[in-house]
């Protein structure tokens, strides 16, 4: 499903390399020309226990690359989960809020180096941040971003949505709602949204698709409640989706039924 936007189509007369390189591409269908996609911080750590893995920044990359030649227009929203979560302050002893600030200035730090491995790979970013640090990336300017995006830059979302006693998942739906994206691409490492959770439960089967009713109905967990709500309320559907395998996130973008969709109408596949 592609939601209504405003978005006119590439006008002649400015045509950017990237304009030139979606009219080539124009052949390939796509099935949602604009996606938000939420990597976790946790998924930057790849087999380490903390921080950064430069070999998983680097197959992240290839697979955004390709997403871009495609004619996709991306925004992306990091987690900080790998360097500092907001609930770790209270544990020992720290303010929350101030946790909290902690945790957004790790999504920069992710932000940045997913930036550099993209600009590595030949793909021109442009990072936005929720909280003003002016002399490493743009403050959050919402018709910036759509500028950068019809421009055919990467657009990523540092510092979440620069608010305490918020995660990144309510970033990644706030600012999807905003852009006009067409869909929430959550990339987790697991293949999609199961009966229980299927690292414990041997029995567990995958849904293909349910609507965001059952998702609350059955307690599954996609996002948390702010995050999904927002989604929910602004009929913009999620596809978690197992973003560690190479050429998943082509695959969902040319249409193939990867992961399992959240939407307002899908009926349960099981
Ligand atoms: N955070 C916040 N406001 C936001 C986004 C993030 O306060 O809008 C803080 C919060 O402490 C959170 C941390 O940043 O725990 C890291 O983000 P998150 O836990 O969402 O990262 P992920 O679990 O996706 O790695």
Redesign the pocket.
Known sequence: MIRQTDQPEFQPGNDTGFERKTKIFKEIQVKYKRILL??????LMGEQNYGIDSNRLVEYAVEIKAAVEMGVQVAIV????????????ESVGLDRVQ??????L??VI?SMALQSALEKAGVTTRLLS?INIQQVCEPYIRRRAMRHLEKGRVVIFG?????????????ASLRAIEIEADVVLKGTRVDGIYTADPEKDPLATRYTNITFQEVYEKELNVMDMTAFTLCKENNLPIIVFDMNKHGNLRLLLEGQDIGTLVSIEAASAL
């Open positions: 939420k990597l976790s911080g946790e998924s990091i987690g900080g989960g790998n360097i500092y979560r907001g609930m770790q302050a946790g909290d600030y902690m945790g957004m790790a999504t992710n929720g510092a979440g949505i620069g608010s305490p006693y918020f995660t990144t998942d309510s970033a």
